[in-house]
């Protein structure tokens, strides 16, 4: 079978672990299907090779090919100075609906990590990507829109904030919520996965942060009746996928003392955040965290560190976070095996002690190699 990729290179360091990433991925799956099975790639323009080649940051004809798309894989993206967006990865994600953030976080032997046991670690994280206070509706302190919002939240609704604050909105809708929740579920049900956490603040924060506890709920019920149980459930013996919910200051200890509890965990947007990056630290740190955002229609698979401007072509940059997406891509086309391939050979590389300088630095008696070198040795190992 042969299914198209579009590709988005990126800036910075992106051109340089792309090219490291993208013979591993093609070398997978040769390795594990023999030829029975093909990306077909197809190069999307988007930040500076775009503005170079079009005058524009993010072609239309770039997000037409991306609205029609089931796969696509891209490099960081700069924020540009000018362009009247706020950044790239924030239209593209608003634009294409990307709703779901999805970040595997599990641990490769022969990296540091400050956890006494970080081989327990194996969770996955489904954040929400487009409301929250995360979705950016905010007005500075003392500006006019701020002022008229704290008078009708005075004499319309009888709250009482300073006239000086600052204020920010949280939107969380229902909808967006189960979306969210359905995904991570049936990510659950489809891996085999024992649980998923709902992690929220909902003891402070009742009307969103306890919403989403409560619509997470109800949708496991009502859309996975037989699949799903409480943990009250799970407790007295009875099988099936539990769902359970966690404050989530509470979570942040629970992942570091008992990491081998947790599963799938489904947050709010802020939360996720903070949770997807404090799990990588856990790991070993976000070198080599892989992850996706997905819509209804598109998973579009990105490494989760930026353009890295100091370090671009220098040949001194991890191609291992981009790798590992593209390992989820395969994984998500149904080619699990290719995926498996090239986790080991990741793993392989990493225990020979031969790594980006990012890695050497954590992992004693290590020795140095470039961004080239690292993705021909994980090619290598396959
Ligand atoms: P960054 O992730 O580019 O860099 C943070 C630190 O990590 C730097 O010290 C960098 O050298 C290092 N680093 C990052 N990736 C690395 C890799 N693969 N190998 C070795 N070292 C690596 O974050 P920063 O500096 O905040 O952002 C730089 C630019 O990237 C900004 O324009 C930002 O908007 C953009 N960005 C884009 C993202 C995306 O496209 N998804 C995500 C994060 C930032």
Same mark, same amino acid.
């Given at each position: ?69 089931? #796969?696509?894989? *891209? /490099? ?6 000018? $362009?009247? @967006? +706020?950044?790239?990865?924030?239209? %593209? ?104 956490? #709902?992690?929220? *603040? /909902? ?6 942060? $306890?919403? @989403? +506890?409560?619509?997470?709920?109800? %949708? ?163």
């Amino acid at each position: 079978m042969r299914k198209t990729v579009y590709y988005i290179q990126g800036d910075g360091i992106g051109p340089e672990v792309w090219n490291a990433a993208r013979p591993v991925l093609e070398k997978a799956l040769e390795q594990a299907y023999k030829g029975k099975h093909e990306l077909e790639w197809i190069e999307l323009l988007a930040g500076e090779k775009a503005y170079a080649e079009t005058g524009d940051y993010l072609p239309q004809s770039t997000l037409d090919s991306l609205d029609k798309a089931s #796969l696509a894989i *891209k /490099g960081p993206l700069a924020t540009p100075v000018s $362009g009247g @967006f +706020r950044s790239l990865n924030v239209t %593209l994600r608003q634009t294409l609906d990307l709703y779901a953030c999805i970040r595997p976080v599990r641990y490769f032997q022969g990296i540091e990590s400050p956890l006494k046991r970080p081989d327990l670690v194996d969770m996955v994280v489904f954040r929400e990507n487009t409301e929250d206070v995360y979705a950016g509706i905010e007005w500075a302190a003392n500006t006019s829109e701020a002022r008229r919002l704290i008078s009708f939240l005075r004499d319309e609704l009888k709250v009482s904030v300073s006239e000086s604050a600052a204020i920010g909105l949280k939107p969380v809708t229902e909808k967006g919520c189960k979306r969210l929740v359905r995904k991570a579920v049936q990510y659950a049900v489809d891996q085999g996965r024992p649980s998923v956490t #709902l992690v929220h *603040k /909902g003891n402070i924060m009742k009307f969103t942060e $306890g919403a @989403f +506890r409560t619509w997470g709920y109800e %949708l496991a019920r009502d859309e996975f009746s037989g699949l799903t149980i409480t943990e009250d459930e799970a407790g007295s013996g009875k099988k099936g996928l539990v769902i359970n919910d966690r404050i989530a200051d509470a979570m942040f200890q629970e992942v570091l003392m008992r990491p081998e509890q947790y599963s799938v965990i489904a947050t709010t947007n802020l939360n996720g955040d903070y949770l997807s990056d404090a799990l990588a630290a856990q790991v070993g740190g976000l070198g080599l965290a892989p992850g996706v955002n997905m819509s209804d229609s598109l998973a579009f698979f990105e490494p989760t560190h930026g353009t890295a401007p100091t370090i671009a072509g220098k040949d001194m940059a991890n191609p291992g976070s981009l790798i590992l997406s593209g390992a989820m891509l395969l994984e998500h086309a149904g080619w699990g095996k290719a995926a498996g391939l090239i986790y080991e050979a990741v793993e392989k590389v990493i225990k020979s002690k031969k790594v980006t300088v990012d890695l050497a630095t954590q992992i004693k008696g290590s020795t140095r190699v470039g961004c080239r070198e690292f993705g021909e040795l994980v090619g290598m190992s396959l």
